[in-house]
């Protein structure tokens, strides 16, 4: 039988182990006391912002590199379109990697949660679609807003998580993850306790956010909010500015501006971005009009240029 441990042995084992506490707990304050990166963040482009111009894919993310971005998010209906004509996806793969470039996501609209099963099970098939072009050309993420959704067609949020979660499943096999997309205007998911509540409630390691700045503005949840959420589990941010006029109620996609060139409280976004541990892509995306007639290379350098400023103007 082992002897019976002494006083003095419980003792010495109690402050060993009393020391070794207070070490692992000052190495954790000191690596969480650790200054993130000035600029923490990559730069995408989402292409979009130069829609306007009518220029073919790979002129777009030619643009993309010039401008100085690392990231690019295309739209499902460009690479349809690139296909149509005759493009071969694992060709694009390289011109996007010879660029420097990497693949975010892919914008798509399938309508993966609506009521209607038909439609539904539709939505799921036409998602399973964009999530092989997706993984032909290198990427590993699509946007997933509730598209298809009508005032009359309103699935509550525990209904929704499900949904969210056979998406996620489809997205297991392909190896593609669909980010469940904020959307400021929509009759659901319009708020961030919205989206946290279906992301969560789909009970998936895969599941995770996508946010948008001016989207959060539109839908009424204060940047503030943000602090909730685990940033490391969030891998694009939809980064934009809005003016002062028209109202919330009133402004639109179309009024998006360049980060800076407006009133958002982008400092204390792109605080909050860090503080939560968010080191993915901020993705410039506008829809300004104004934009799509002007030069592309101008349009996407001044954005570049506009959403880095910002960022190290917060950040400094």
Sequence with gaps: MPEPTTRRQMLSQSLTAAAAGTLLSQSATAAAAEPAPREPFGYCFNT???????????????????????????????????????????????????????????IGFSPWVVND??????????????????AQIGGKRIAAPASGI??????????MANRYRALLDVGQQ???????ELWGFSP??????????????????????????????????????LRLLNGAAMFVFHINDYP??????????????????????LDLLFRTLRDIGFRGMLSLEVFN????????????????????????????
């Excluded at 009508?150 to 209904?159: A, K």
């Excluded at 392909?174 to 469940?180: E, Q, R, S």
């Excluded at 002062?244 to 409280?265: K, L, Y």
Aim: charge should be negative; proline fraction near 5%; aromatic fraction near 6%.
């Design 48 to 106: 979009s912002t130069i829609r306007g111009q009518k220029l073919s894919l790979v002129e777009e993310l030619e643009i993309a590199a010039r401008a100085g971005f690392k990231g690019v998010e295309p739209w499902v209906a460009e690479l349809d379109e690139y296909t149509k004509t005759g493009g071969s996806l694992a060709d694009l793969r390289k011109r996007i990697a010879d660029l420097g470039l990497s693949v975010a996501s892919v």
């Design 174 to 180: 392909a190896g593609v993850v669909p980010m469940l």
């Design 150 to 159: 009508g005032d009359e067609d309103r699935p509550d949020l525990p209904t």
């Design 289 to 316: 009009r104004e934009y799509w007639n002007q030069d592309a290379l101008y349009i996407a350098r001044a954005g570049f240029e506009k959403t880095r400023e910002a960022v190290l103007k917060a950040l400094s």
């Design 188 to 225: 659901l998911l319009s708020k961030l306790s919205e989206v946290s509540y279906v992301a969560i409630g789909a009970d998936h390691p895969d599941a995770c956010i996508l946010a948008d700045s001016y989207h959060l503005y539109k839908g009424g949840t204060p940047y503030e909010n």
């Design 244 to 265: 002062g006029e028209p109202p919330r109620d009133e402004i639109t996609d179309a009024h998006r501006v360049f980060p800076g060139d407006g009133v958002a409280p």
């Design 117 to 134: 099963d038909t439609k539904r099970a539709a939505g799921l098939e036409d998602a399973k679609r964009v999530m092989d072009i997706t």
